[in-house]
Protein backbone atom coordinates (compact mmCIF):
# COMPACT_ATOMS: atom_id res chain seq x y z
CA UNK A 1 0.00 0.00 0.00
CA UNK A 2 2.60 2.21 0.89
CA UNK A 3 4.52 1.79 -2.23
CA UNK A 4 1.50 2.47 -4.34
CA UNK A 5 1.04 5.31 -2.29
CA UNK A 6 4.66 6.74 -3.58
CA UNK A 7 3.39 6.00 -7.34
CA UNK A 8 0.67 7.91 -7.24
CA UNK A 9 2.17 10.83 -5.39
CA UNK A 10 5.16 10.64 -8.11
CA UNK A 11 2.73 10.57 -11.21
CA UNK A 12 0.93 13.72 -9.70
CA UNK A 13 4.47 15.51 -9.08
CA UNK A 14 4.82 15.03 -12.67
CA UNK A 15 2.29 15.55 -14.35
CA UNK A 16 1.80 19.52 -12.45
CA UNK A 17 5.25 19.92 -13.21
CA UNK A 18 5.09 19.23 -16.75
CA UNK A 19 1.77 21.44 -16.61
CA UNK A 20 3.34 24.32 -14.38
CA UNK A 21 6.06 23.98 -16.97
CA UNK A 22 4.28 24.21 -20.17
CA UNK A 23 2.24 27.33 -18.80
CA UNK A 24 5.68 28.97 -17.55
CA UNK A 25 7.28 28.30 -20.87
CA UNK A 26 4.36 28.19 -23.49
CA UNK A 27 1.03 30.22 -22.35
CA UNK A 28 2.19 32.75 -20.35
CA UNK A 29 4.54 34.72 -22.85
CA UNK A 30 1.24 34.42 -24.97
CA UNK A 31 -0.69 36.46 -22.15
CA UNK A 32 1.90 38.69 -21.74
CA UNK A 33 1.69 39.87 -25.44
CA UNK A 34 -1.93 39.96 -25.43
CA UNK A 35 -1.34 42.43 -22.20
CA UNK A 36 0.96 44.57 -24.09
CA UNK A 37 -0.75 44.81 -26.98
CA UNK A 38 -3.78 46.38 -25.05
CA UNK A 39 -1.85 48.39 -23.09
CA UNK A 40 -0.08 50.23 -26.24
CA UNK A 41 -3.46 51.26 -27.02
CA UNK A 42 -4.31 52.85 -23.65
CA UNK A 43 -3.18 55.42 -21.36
CA UNK A 44 -4.40 53.77 -18.22
CA UNK A 45 -2.73 51.17 -16.47
CA UNK A 46 -4.70 47.88 -16.66
CA UNK A 47 -6.35 46.12 -13.41
CA UNK A 48 -5.57 42.75 -11.71
CA UNK A 49 -9.34 41.80 -12.79
CA UNK A 50 -9.08 43.06 -16.62
CA UNK A 51 -6.32 41.24 -17.22
CA UNK A 52 -7.58 38.14 -15.80
CA UNK A 53 -10.06 39.07 -18.23
CA UNK A 54 -8.16 39.82 -21.22
CA UNK A 55 -5.64 36.89 -20.51
CA UNK A 56 -6.87 34.32 -17.91
CA UNK A 57 -4.85 31.63 -16.97
CA UNK A 58 -6.45 28.60 -17.76
CA UNK A 59 -8.16 26.40 -14.20
CA UNK A 60 -6.08 23.68 -14.76
CA UNK A 61 -2.73 25.23 -15.12
CA UNK A 62 -3.29 27.88 -11.82
CA UNK A 63 -4.11 24.16 -10.06
CA UNK A 64 -0.63 22.69 -11.45
CA UNK A 65 1.14 26.01 -10.65
CA UNK A 66 -0.69 25.74 -6.62
CA UNK A 67 0.33 22.23 -5.78
CA UNK A 68 3.34 21.51 -7.62
CA UNK A 69 6.03 23.07 -5.34
CA UNK A 70 3.87 21.51 -1.96
CA UNK A 71 3.62 18.20 -3.93
CA UNK A 72 7.40 18.45 -5.01
CA UNK A 73 8.21 19.31 -1.33
CA UNK A 74 6.37 15.85 0.00
CA UNK A 75 7.69 13.93 -2.28
CA UNK A 76 11.06 14.68 -1.44
CA UNK A 77 10.88 14.67 2.35
CA UNK A 78 9.14 11.20 1.96
CA UNK A 79 11.55 9.82 -0.26
CA UNK A 80 14.27 10.83 0.74
CA UNK A 81 14.33 12.16 4.55
CA UNK A 82 11.33 10.74 6.69
CA UNK A 83 8.20 8.83 6.04
CA UNK A 84 4.84 8.18 8.98
CA UNK A 85 3.98 4.85 9.84
CA UNK A 86 0.88 3.73 12.05
CA UNK A 87 2.39 1.07 14.47
CA UNK A 88 -0.59 -1.73 14.19
CA UNK A 89 0.04 -4.08 16.66
CA UNK A 90 1.79 -5.26 20.12
CA UNK A 91 4.95 -6.99 18.55
CA UNK A 92 7.38 -4.78 19.79
CA UNK A 93 6.17 -3.82 22.77
CA UNK A 94 7.18 -2.56 25.18
CA UNK A 95 9.53 -0.16 22.98
CA UNK A 96 6.62 0.88 20.71
CA UNK A 97 2.90 0.47 21.62
CA UNK A 98 -0.29 -0.34 19.22
CA UNK A 99 -1.41 3.44 18.43
CA UNK A 100 1.72 5.24 18.37
CA UNK A 101 2.69 6.83 15.28
CA UNK A 102 6.49 6.89 14.28
CA UNK A 103 9.09 8.76 11.66
CA UNK A 104 11.01 6.33 10.18
CA UNK A 105 14.33 7.38 8.56
CA UNK A 106 14.31 7.10 4.95
CA UNK A 107 18.07 7.80 4.00
CA UNK A 108 19.36 5.38 7.04
CA UNK A 109 19.49 2.66 4.81
CA UNK A 110 20.67 4.15 1.54
CA UNK A 111 18.48 6.34 -0.61
CA UNK A 112 16.03 4.67 -3.33
CA UNK A 113 13.55 6.14 -6.10
CA UNK A 114 10.06 6.28 -5.13
CA UNK A 115 8.59 4.13 -7.82
CA UNK A 116 11.05 0.73 -7.85
CA UNK A 117 12.82 1.39 -4.43
CA UNK A 118 15.74 0.74 -6.36
CA UNK A 119 18.80 2.00 -4.26
CA UNK A 120 20.18 4.94 -5.71
CA UNK A 121 22.88 6.13 -3.15
CA UNK A 122 23.92 3.23 -0.74
CA UNK A 123 24.65 5.11 2.70
CA UNK A 124 24.46 2.82 5.66
CA UNK A 125 23.61 -0.65 6.70
CA UNK A 126 21.68 -1.86 9.82
CA UNK A 127 23.16 -2.12 13.04
CA UNK A 128 22.54 -5.10 15.79
CA UNK A 129 19.62 -3.40 17.84
CA UNK A 130 18.39 -1.08 14.87
CA UNK A 131 14.35 -0.81 14.59
CA UNK A 132 13.54 -1.13 10.97
CA UNK A 133 10.95 -1.09 8.69
CA UNK A 134 10.95 -3.35 5.96
CA UNK A 135 8.52 -5.10 3.28
CA UNK A 136 7.29 -8.29 4.81
CA UNK A 137 9.59 -10.99 2.84
CA UNK A 138 6.24 -13.02 2.57
CA UNK A 139 4.23 -9.93 0.71
CA UNK A 140 6.31 -6.45 0.17
CA UNK A 141 2.93 -4.68 -0.09
CA UNK A 142 2.70 -4.97 3.92
CA UNK A 143 5.10 -3.53 5.81
CA UNK A 144 6.75 -4.62 8.91
CA UNK A 145 8.70 -3.55 12.01
CA UNK A 146 10.96 -5.52 14.00
CA UNK A 147 14.21 -5.09 15.69
CA UNK A 148 17.90 -5.79 14.33
CA UNK A 149 19.21 -9.08 16.11
CA UNK A 150 21.20 -10.69 13.49
CA UNK A 151 23.47 -9.42 10.92
CA UNK A 152 25.42 -11.14 7.61
CA UNK A 153 27.51 -14.05 8.86
CA UNK A 154 26.28 -13.96 12.56
CA UNK A 155 25.01 -17.50 13.93
CA UNK A 156 21.72 -16.62 15.52
CA UNK A 157 20.36 -19.47 18.38
CA UNK A 158 16.60 -18.55 20.30
CA UNK A 159 16.60 -21.89 22.80
CA UNK A 160 14.42 -21.85 25.83
CA UNK A 161 13.27 -18.25 24.86
CA UNK A 162 17.37 -16.88 25.06
CA UNK A 163 18.76 -15.49 22.76
CA UNK A 164 22.54 -16.68 21.73
CA UNK A 165 24.64 -14.82 19.21
CA UNK A 166 28.06 -15.15 17.56
CA UNK A 167 29.25 -12.53 15.23
CA UNK A 168 30.50 -12.65 11.72
CA UNK A 169 34.36 -13.11 11.85
CA UNK A 170 35.50 -9.45 10.65
CA UNK A 171 37.96 -9.67 7.21
CA UNK A 172 40.62 -11.07 8.19
CA UNK A 173 40.13 -12.46 11.65
CA UNK A 174 40.52 -16.61 12.09
CA UNK A 175 39.56 -16.28 15.60
CA UNK A 176 35.86 -14.70 15.60
CA UNK A 177 33.94 -14.68 19.23
CA UNK A 178 32.40 -17.33 20.89
CA UNK A 179 28.66 -17.84 21.13
CA UNK A 180 27.50 -16.07 24.19
CA UNK A 181 23.87 -15.54 25.51
CA UNK A 182 22.80 -12.07 25.41
CA UNK A 183 22.85 -10.65 28.46
CA UNK A 184 19.16 -9.85 30.28
CA UNK A 185 18.69 -8.89 33.20
CA UNK A 186 14.47 -9.12 35.08
CA UNK A 187 12.94 -5.86 35.36
CA UNK A 188 9.75 -6.42 36.75
CA UNK A 189 6.31 -8.21 36.15
CA UNK A 190 2.92 -7.15 35.75
CA UNK A 191 3.03 -3.36 33.71
CA UNK A 192 2.45 -4.77 30.67
CA UNK A 193 -0.43 -7.71 29.58
CA UNK A 194 -1.70 -10.38 27.60
CA UNK A 195 -5.06 -10.57 28.47
CA UNK A 196 -5.50 -10.83 31.73
CA UNK A 197 -1.64 -12.23 32.27
CA UNK A 198 0.74 -10.27 33.21
CA UNK A 199 4.22 -10.80 30.79
CA UNK A 200 7.91 -10.27 32.48
CA UNK A 201 9.66 -7.39 31.56
CA UNK A 202 13.09 -8.00 31.59
CA UNK A 203 16.30 -5.21 29.85
CA UNK A 204 18.05 -6.96 27.24
CA UNK A 205 21.64 -5.82 25.69
CA UNK A 206 22.01 -5.90 22.02
CA UNK A 207 25.39 -5.00 20.95
CA UNK A 208 25.31 -0.82 22.44
CA UNK A 209 21.83 -1.23 22.50
CA UNK A 210 19.98 -1.27 25.91
CA UNK A 211 16.35 -1.81 25.15
CA UNK A 212 13.48 -3.67 27.15
CA UNK A 213 11.42 -6.69 25.79
CA UNK A 214 8.74 -8.98 27.02
CA UNK A 215 8.39 -12.64 28.12
CA UNK A 216 4.75 -14.57 28.39
CA UNK A 217 5.80 -17.38 30.82
CA UNK A 218 2.65 -18.75 29.92
CA UNK A 219 3.53 -19.60 26.25
CA UNK A 220 5.88 -22.62 25.62
CA UNK A 221 8.55 -22.13 22.96
CA UNK A 222 7.47 -22.93 19.52
CA UNK A 223 10.36 -24.11 18.07
CA UNK A 224 7.94 -26.94 15.46
CA UNK A 225 7.25 -23.58 14.15
CA UNK A 226 10.53 -21.89 13.50
CA UNK A 227 11.96 -21.58 9.86
CA UNK A 228 14.20 -24.30 9.13
CA UNK A 229 17.42 -23.76 7.41
CA UNK A 230 19.04 -26.61 5.76
CA UNK A 231 22.33 -27.47 7.68
CA UNK A 232 21.28 -25.69 11.17
CA UNK A 233 18.96 -27.18 13.73
CA UNK A 234 15.40 -26.27 14.74
CA UNK A 235 16.09 -23.11 16.57
CA UNK A 236 19.45 -21.83 14.60
CA UNK A 237 20.14 -19.94 11.57
CA UNK A 238 23.02 -18.85 10.07
CA UNK A 239 22.13 -15.24 8.70
CA UNK A 240 23.17 -15.37 4.92
CA UNK A 241 25.38 -12.05 2.96
CA UNK A 242 23.04 -9.31 2.22
CA UNK A 243 20.18 -10.07 4.60
CA UNK A 244 19.31 -9.65 8.31
CA UNK A 245 17.44 -11.31 11.16
CA UNK A 246 14.60 -9.77 12.82
CA UNK A 247 13.10 -10.13 15.75
CA UNK A 248 9.92 -8.62 17.98
CA UNK A 249 10.72 -7.25 20.96
CA UNK A 250 7.37 -9.23 22.38
CA UNK A 251 8.94 -12.31 22.22
CA UNK A 252 5.98 -14.79 22.41
CA UNK A 253 3.62 -12.44 20.28
CA UNK A 254 5.82 -11.69 17.01
CA UNK A 255 6.13 -13.20 14.04
CA UNK A 256 9.78 -12.63 12.79
CA UNK A 257 12.37 -14.13 11.30
CA UNK A 258 12.24 -17.54 13.52
CA UNK A 259 8.68 -18.39 11.89
CA UNK A 260 9.27 -16.62 8.22
CA UNK A 261 13.43 -16.22 7.67
CA UNK A 262 15.61 -13.13 6.65
CA UNK A 263 14.84 -9.64 5.85
CA UNK A 264 16.43 -9.13 2.41
CA UNK A 265 18.70 -5.85 2.16
CA UNK A 266 16.33 -4.89 -0.82
CA UNK A 267 12.97 -4.89 1.30
CA UNK A 268 15.05 -1.92 4.17
CA UNK A 269 12.75 0.82 4.19
CA UNK A 270 14.58 2.86 7.07
CA UNK A 271 14.83 3.33 10.70
CA UNK A 272 12.82 3.93 13.15
CA UNK A 273 13.63 7.40 15.19
CA UNK A 274 11.34 9.00 16.71
CA UNK A 275 7.41 8.84 18.44
CA UNK A 276 5.28 12.00 17.30
CA UNK A 277 1.96 10.80 18.55
CA UNK A 278 0.47 7.92 20.55
CA UNK A 279 -2.91 7.28 21.04
CA UNK A 280 -4.45 5.17 23.66
CA UNK A 281 -6.47 2.17 22.20
CA UNK A 282 -7.39 -0.03 25.44
CA UNK A 283 -11.13 0.76 26.26
CA UNK A 284 -13.62 -1.74 27.96
CA UNK A 285 -15.39 -5.00 27.03
CA UNK A 286 -18.57 -3.03 27.05
CA UNK A 287 -17.33 0.15 24.88
CA UNK A 288 -19.83 1.02 22.54
CA UNK A 289 -16.57 2.74 20.58
CA UNK A 290 -15.73 1.12 17.27
CA UNK A 291 -12.25 -0.39 18.21
CA UNK A 292 -10.22 2.20 16.24
CA UNK A 293 -11.21 5.16 17.99
CA UNK A 294 -8.47 6.45 20.13
CA UNK A 295 -9.45 6.52 24.52
CA UNK A 296 -6.77 9.01 25.01
CA UNK A 297 -3.39 11.12 24.12
CA UNK A 298 -0.08 9.24 25.45
CA UNK A 299 1.46 12.49 25.34
CA UNK A 300 4.64 11.20 27.92
CA UNK A 301 5.55 8.39 25.02
CA UNK A 302 5.92 11.07 22.02
CA UNK A 303 10.19 11.57 21.16
CA UNK A 304 13.68 9.90 20.32
CA UNK A 305 12.95 5.83 20.32
CA UNK A 306 15.52 3.91 22.33
Same mark, same amino acid.
Given at each position: ?33 ? =? $? ?7 ? $? ?15 ? #? ?19 ? #? ?14 ? +?????? *?????? =? ?5 ? *? ?37 ? =? ?25 ? &???? #? ?5 ? +?? !?????? #? ?52 ? !? ?6 ? *? ?5 ? $??? =? ?18 ? &? ?9 ? *?
Amino acid at each position: MANYFSIILTVITVLSGLLWLYDARVLKPKRKAV =I $AEVETKTTK $ALTEQQIDTLAPQPKLM #ELSESIFPVIALVLVVRTLLY #EPFQIPSGSMMPTLLK +GDFILV *EKFSYG =IKDPVFQ *ETLVDTSMPERGDIAVFKYPEDPNIDFIKRIVGLPGDRI =IYRNKALYIQPACAVGQKDCEEMKVVS &TSLK #EDGEYFS +GS !SPLRTY #EEKLGDVNHEILIDPRVAPRTMSYFNQPGTQKDEWVVPEGQYFAMGDNRDNSRD !SRYWGFVD *EELLVGR $AVF =IWMSFEMDRSSDSWLPSWVP &TGVRFERLGSI *E
